[in-house]
């Protein structure tokens, strides 16, 4: 049974690492919390798939084939930079249960794995890293609390007031005091483990707002990669339990250069998005360009085929006049000679021979006129005076019939 304290605000617990026991098989905390954030991970990125069109079962295969090599490299990567804990017993290198699984080896060996498997089965392996990224993150601040309960990764003294310590913590300080670290196992020191808990559960958080506002596949990977090494290049200096390579902390190092590749990988391909928008806009500027090309074109055609209608309408108008004025041409020919036909019975006479003679006419045919007057007056009276004496006569007949009577 270990002891965990928050000695400055009154906290004690005690936590048996091992879980449960199936006869000889223990099953310890940090296994079941690792396993638990491993699960809850998958089944939200699988829930995931159809919002960036990828396939569950391309996404499966892919957790079932990196898994495994995220574990080995994870733990492979630890017993690296600390050999010298490993030399002398080689069958520890298997105990995960005791903790010893660095993060940054997993990701690299994740990563790796996750290329491999997108180049067999021919998948974007950038929309791939894009739909773990979050949950990926999110597993890490859940798994920390497998630090806590193991009494590692933790940090210098602090006499801030959330200071943890512990048994297993105790004893560790007394072995780096006697390694010449400047420690006091008598103080509490920086619960680290909390630390990146919640440093994971921010970055977490600021994925899941941005995935809606990424522009690149890739991009939510990279801004997991950029804010989670701000936040461990921070922690890692306060931690006493770091991996080191010559005189930097190992994981501090990989933070510092993740952070630098993977934000100008971000510059990089937002400028590039940039550069294609513009060329699109372009393209579409110059599409409209070219369809007001087109359309002053067509209006310059019509204006042509207006004004060549105008000039045939013109052309034909003169014609017509041309026409009508030899026609009137023609027609004075005819009718404004001085005689007519001289072979017409000899009557020739001009037109102004005619305007001469043309008040004689009139009296000619006023004397005409006047006779046919007469005449018709004549012929009424005479028709008056022989209806007037068929009267008469029907009138004696009618007296003498009565008389004979």
Not at 102 to 117: H, L, P, S
Not at 197 to 214: C, D, E, G, T
């Amino acid at each position: 049974m270990n002891t965990i304290q928050f000695p400055d605000l009154g906290i004690s617990l005690n936590i048996d690492p091992v879980l449960f026991s199936l006869g000889e098989i223990k099953v310890y905390w940090y296994g079941v919390i690792i396993a638990v954030a491993f699960i809850i991970a998958v089944m939200l990125s699988l829930r995931d798939c159809k919002k960036i069109n990828i396939d569950q079962e391309d996404l499966i295969d892919a957790i079932l084939f990196a898994a495994p090599i995220a574990v080995i490299s994870s733990r492979l990567f630890y017993v690296f930079f600390s050999w010298s804990d490993f030399k002398d017993n080689f069958s520890d290198i298997f105990k995960i249960w005791n903790g010893g699984l660095a993060i940054y080896g997993a990701v690299i060996g994740a990563a790796i794995a996750a290329v491999i498997f997108s180049k067999y089965r021919k998948v974007n392996v950038w929309k791939l890293l894009d739909v773990v990224a979050p949950y990926l993150i999110m597993a890490q601040g859940i798994g920390r609390w497998g630090n806590f309960v193991n009494q590692e990764a933790f940090g210098k003294n602090t006499l801030l007031p959330w200071g943890m310590t512990g048994n297993k913590i105790v004893s560790q300080l007394n072995i780096y005091r006697l390694e010449g670290i400047n420690v006091n196992p008598n103080l509490p020191v920086h619960p680290t483990f909390l630390y990146e808990s919640l440093w994971n559960f921010a970055v977490f958080a600021v994925l899941l707002w941005y995935r809606k506002r990424k522009k690149v596949d890739g991009e939510m990977f990279f801004l997991y990669m950029v804010l989670y090494g701000c936040g461990r290049f921070w922690i890692e200096g306060l931690r006493l339990d770091s991996l080191w390579f010559g005189p930097f902390r190992v994981s501090q190092l990989l933070a510092f250069l993740f952070v630098i590749v993977f934000a100008t990988l971000i510059y990089v391909t937002r400028k590039k998005l940039v550069a294609q928008n513009f060329e699109s806009s372009v393209e579409v500027k110059s599409e409209y360009a070219d369809v007001l090309k087109t359309m002053k074109e067509i209006d310059a055609l019509d204006e042509e085929t207006k004004a060549s209608e105008e000039a045939e309408e013109a052309e034909e108008a003169e014609a017509e006049a041309e026409e009508a004025e030899e026609a009137e041409e023609e027609f004075e020919s005819v009718f404004s000679v001085e005689s007519l036909d001289e072979d017409e019975d000899e009557y020739e006479y001009t037109i102004d021979e005619y305007d001469e003679d043309e008040e004689e006419m009139d009296d000619i045919v006023d004397d005409i006129i006047d006779e046919l007057n007469d005449t018709r007056k004549f012929e009424d009276d005479k028709n008056a005076e022989e209806t007037k004496n068929d009267i008469n006569t029907e009138k004696v007949s009618g007296e003498n019939k009565e008389i004979s009577e």
